[in-house]
């Protein structure tokens, strides 16, 4: 299913907003087993359906996206149901106001019918995090979704509707979209307003699109983008408008291509000859440092998740576990209502931040970061994209890994780069394994070329 199949059928007529609403619910309803939604907001889509209709009958242009039905991850303000972030902290918080990105695609006409399920305040790369259960793998139930964003990608997948929007700060679009067989984008750090989003790590968040394809990417990632007075993080010009520069020279990166599994590697090297049989250059480039980029983001992010989930304290607004003192009230909330894993990068982003041991860890990967950064720019300066597998293995099956943090971390290796340099990067299918499970292919762009990635995802997409 895509975007224009459904807004086709509701402007010719053949169909209405109300009936596309109706019969995405359905099918979310059906799906309940994959445990990919937490509420469905009916009352409200309905309401929004029928005035869009009516708008429509009248002979109004209500935008681009007029009557077709959308998921947003639960860690994104929405009017109508709870805001959880998958938590027990948030689990009965309702949105004073909508984020910045849903009122863009509302403007466009869409309409929100639901919210995905995630690892709990998205940490997590399989869904597993969360307080109300995994989330299951369309493709093999037995296996991940991946994560974060792992109930928005299943929910294309499952073909509930034709798109969701995800966040990702270190791989949680691109992963679950490799896991689950469909089109994950992340926009350029700033390119898509933060506000209303609850936070994870404020230096590499970023509000992406999950689709089937790479031009419903392109759509809704086009109506999202653009500078947000409420976000100071947000770039001054909206980078989808920029016009597309040819892309005529992969990279391969080198490190990317190094201890993943045989299959991964076999379906990356194909899609690798398929875009040299289109004609374009293909060389290999090497980043040397990207071999510290996982543990530069586990000390960087754990430190910003820290700070961004103190508010949490059971005083200004979520849950609240009475007890004898301020102290044990603060306490108490706070290990009923997060997560272990939560816990874990909450002690340990206290830990890097910590007097005596900021200067040998948080500002050390400070630096590092800069290298990083340092070193994807002379990439470009050989090539117009870089390509290279989204993760070393394809979904894993639930609980396989729930013992074994490192483990878990490791699965985020080829993501993390992107999220703390700040570039656009996509996850586009191709080859899947000899099981038939999903395998993904990565782009990332240089900062703020958005367009030549979704060009190049293009390109891939139809040969792959």
């Given at each position: 299913?895509?975007?224009?199949?459904?807004?086709?059928?509701?402007?010719?007529?053949?169909?209405?907003?109300?009936?596309?609403?109706e019969?995405?619910?359905?099918?979310?309803?059906?799906?309940?087993?994959?445990?990919?939604?937490?509420?469905?907001?009916?009352?409200?889509?309905?309401?929004?359906?029928?005035?869009?209709?009516?708008?429509l009958?009248?002979?109004?242009?209500?935008?681009?996206?007029?009557?077709?039905?959308?998921?947003?991850?639960?860690?994104?303000?929405?009017?109508?149901?709870?805001?959880?972030?998958?938590?027990?902290?948030?689990?009965?918080?309702?949105?004073?106001?909508?984020?910045?990105?849903?009122?863009?695609?509302?403007?466009?006409?869409?309409?929100?019918?639901?919210k995905?399920?995630?690892?709990?305040?998205?940490?997590?790369?399989?869904?597993?995090?969360?307080?109300?259960?995994?989330?299951?793998?369309?493709?093999?139930?037995?296996?991940?979704?991946?994560?974060s964003?792992?109930?928005?990608?299943?929910?294309?997948?499952?073909?509930?509707?034709?798109?969701?929007?995800?966040?990702?700060?270190?791989?949680?679009?691109?992963?679950?979209?490799?896991?689950?067989?469909?089109?994950?984008?992340?926009?350029?750090?700033?390119?898509?307003?933060?506000?209303?989003?609850?936070?994870?790590?404020?230096?590499?968040?970023?509000?992406?699109?999950?689709?089937?394809?790479?031009?419903?990417?392109?759509?809704?990632?086009?109506?999202?983008?653009?500078?947000?007075?409420?976000?100071?993080?947000?770039?001054?010009?909206?980078?989808?408008?920029?016009?597309?520069?040819?892309?005529?020279?992969?990279?391969?990166?080198?490190?990317w291509?190094?201890?993943?599994?045989?299959?991964?590697?076999?379906?990356?090297?194909?899609?690798?000859?398929?875009?040299?049989?289109?004609?374009h250059?293909v060389?290999?480039?090497?980043?040397?440092?990207?071999?510290?980029?996982?543990?530069?983001?586990?000390?960087?992010?754990?430190?910003?998740?820290?700070?961004?989930?103190?508010?949490?304290?059971?005083?200004?607004?979520?849950?609240?576990?009475?007890?004898?003192?301020?102290?044990?009230?603060?306490?108490?909330?706070?290990?009923?209502?997060?997560?272990?894993?939560?816990?874990?990068?909450?002690?340990?982003?206290?830990?890097?931040?910590?007097?005596?041991?900021?200067?040998?860890?948080?500002?050390?990967?400070?630096?590092?970061?800069?290298?990083?950064?340092?070193?994807?720019?002379?990439?470009?300066?050989?090539?117009?994209?870089?390509?290279g597998?989204?993760?070393?293995?394809?979904?894993?099956?639930?609980?396989?890994?729930?013992?074994?943090?490192?483990?878990?971390?490791?699965?985020?290796?080829?993501?993390?780069?992107?999220?703390?340099?700040?570039?656009?990067?996509?996850s586009?299918?191709?080859?899947?394994?000899?099981a038939?499970?999903?395998?993904?292919?990565?782009?990332?762009?240089?900062?703020?070329?958005?367009?030549?990635?979704?060009?190049?995802?293009?390109?891939?997409?139809?040969?792959?």
């Open positions: 299913m895509t975007i224009t199949e459904v807004r086709d059928r509701i402007r010719s007529g053949n169909s209405t907003a109300r009936a596309e609403v019969a995405a619910i359905e099918r979310a309803e059906k799906a309940v087993s994959y445990n990919a939604l937490l509420s469905i907001t009916k009352d409200r889509a309905l309401v929004r359906a029928d005035a869009i209709d009516i708008r009958r009248s002979g109004e242009d209500i935008g681009e996206l007029a009557g077709v039905p959308f998921i947003a991850k639960d860690n994104m303000l929405v009017f109508g149901t709870p805001t959880t972030a998958a938590s027990k902290i948030l689990e009965n918080f309702e949105a004073p106001f909508q984020a910045e990105c849903i009122e863009r695609l509302e403007a466009a006409g869409a309409i929100c019918i639901g995905a399920n995630l690892d709990a305040f998205a940490h997590g790369g399989s869904t597993e995090n969360s307080a109300f259960g995994v989330t299951k793998n369309p493709v093999d139930a037995t296996r991940v979704a991946g994560g964003s792992g109930g928005s990608a299943a929910s294309v997948a499952l073909g509930i509707v034709p798109f969701a929007l995800g966040s990702d700060t270190g791989g949680s679009i691109r992963e679950p979209a490799s896991f689950c067989g469909v089109v994950g984008f992340k926009p350029t750090y700033g390119t898509v307003s933060r506000y209303g989003v609850v936070a994870m790590a404020s230096s590499t968040d970023v509000i992406g699109p999950i689709t089937s394809t790479v031009d419903d990417a392109m759509l809704v990632t086009k109506i999202m983008a653009g500078k947000d007075e409420k976000d100071v993080t947000t770039l001054p010009e909206n980078t989808m408008l920029r016009p597309a520069k040819a892309v005529k020279t992969y990279g391969i990166v080198k490190e291509l190094e201890g993943v599994d045989s299959e991964v590697k076999i379906a990356t090297e194909k899609a690798i000859e398929a875009i040299r049989a289109q004609g250059e060389r290999e480039v090497s980043l040397p440092t990207l071999h510290y980029a996982l543990a530069v983001y586990y000390v960087v992010v754990p430190a910003e998740v820290a700070s961004n989930l103190a508010r949490y304290d059971g005083i200004r607004y979520g849950q609240r576990v009475e007890a004898a003192s301020l102290s044990d009230l603060y306490t108490d909330t706070r290990h009923a209502g997060f997560m272990p894993e939560n816990k874990r990068r909450i002690l340990i982003g206290n830990y890097v931040l910590s007097s005596g041991y900021y200067d040998a860890y948080y500002k050390q990967a400070a630096k590092v970061r800069t290298r990083i950064i340092e070193e994807f720019e002379k990439a470009f300066e050989q090539c117009d994209v870089l390509i597998a989204v993760s070393p293995v394809p979904a894993f099956t639930i609980g396989e890994r729930t013992d074994d943090p490192l483990q878990m971390y490791l699965a985020d290796v080829m993501t993390v780069p992107a999220s703390l340099a700040g570039l656009p990067a996509i586009v299918p191709i080859t899947p394994t000899r038939g499970l999903p395998i993904g292919l990565q782009i990332v762009g240089r900062r703020m070329a958005d367009v030549d990635v979704l060009m190049a995802a293009r390109d891939i997409e139809g040969v792959s």
